[in-house]
């Protein structure tokens, strides 16, 4: 059993917006930006999500299915838990805000 903090999807929203929008979307069926769309991610292959994204050979290779806690940590770190991905983002260091995020992907993206 994990010990993360329970997320809330509003502060997820925020959060969303102003450190992963600029890269990513939630819409269904929008176009990737410079990172992949996410609608549709739980569940999914690393280097699977999004058709048509030019994934990266590590993150193929991670071969993880993405769910609340494998998102958990990857948001810690991205470059450390998938090494040679091309996100450039740092992460979320606090536990919350990682949580925050994560229930709003899970909603925004069923």
């Not at 997820?12 to 549709?40: D, M, Q």
Request: hydrophobic share 30%; net charge positive; charged share 30%.
């Amino acid at each position: 059993m994990s010990d993360r903090p329970k997320g809330d999807a509003t502060a997820g929203a925020r959060l969303f917006r102003t450190r992963c929008g600029l890269c990513h979307t939630t819409l269904e069926g929008a176009p990737n930006k410079v990172g992949p769309n996410l609608h549709g991610m739980m569940g999914k292959k690393s280097g699977q999500v999004a058709e048509g994204y030019p994934y990266t050979k590590a993150t193929v290779q991670k071969d993880i299915t993405w769910d609340e806690q494998t998102l958990y940590d990857f948001l810690e770190n991205p470059k450390k838990y998938i090494p040679g991905t091309k996100m450039a983002f740092a992460g979320f260091k606090r536990p919350k805000d990682r949580a925050d995020v994560i229930a709003y992907i899970k909603e925004e993206t069923k």
